[in-house]
């Protein structure tokens, strides 16, 4: 690598050089390159963990038992009645909030639907003060 610390007595100092000077450019390179070095094994380690099993609990159907359904387009149902919109959800959640003891909130959701749709049943059930929301499924399959 060649460096230059200025002009011999007697040259012209207004000289113009036309070589780029790559040692920052090295610099940068060598110092990402020992940083990727570093942070990969970081990145690929993992703590060893022992993963839950899925399991199928029946539900238990009480009359005082709330379902919501979700559809594929985003439309919400109470039980089997349609609502207009949240602001709906939300009037009918807070009068079912206060019952003592509180029914259990279940949502069915459409295997296409949208996680919008059923994100904003389960934000009315936290802003009405639902305590306790179950997801229907289905069974996974046996084999």
């Known amino acids: 690598m060649a460096m230059n610390v200025g002009s ?3 040259e012209e100092e207004d000289q113009v050089t036309s070589a780029i000077n790559t040692t920052p450019l090295v610099d940068v390179m060598l110092v990402l390159l020992i940083i990727f070095l570093i942070t990969i094994p970081v990145v690929t380690q993992t703590v060893k963990l022992q993963l ?7 539900t238990q159907t009480k009359p005082e ?3 919501i359904a979700v559809d594929k387009e985003g439309e ?3 039980n089997t009645q349609r609502l207009a919109d949240t602001t709906a959800l939300f ?16 949502i069915r959701g459409d295997l296409d639907a949208l996680y919008e749709g059923i994100g904003k049943v389960m934000v009315v ?3 009405a003060g639902i305590a306790k929301v179950a997801f ?8």
Request: charged share 25%.
């Open 8 to 10: 011999a007595e007697g």
């Open 125 to 127: 059930c936290q802003r």
């Open 52 to 58: 839950p099993k899925e399991y199928n609990q029946p």
């Open 65 to 67: 038992n709330i379902v």
């Open 91 to 106: 009037e009918k959640m807070k009068v079912v909030a206060v019952m003592q003891p509180q029914p259990e909130v279940h």
């Open 76 to 78: 919400i149902y109470w």
């Open 136 to 143: 229907i499924t289905e069974p996974p399959p046996r084999g």
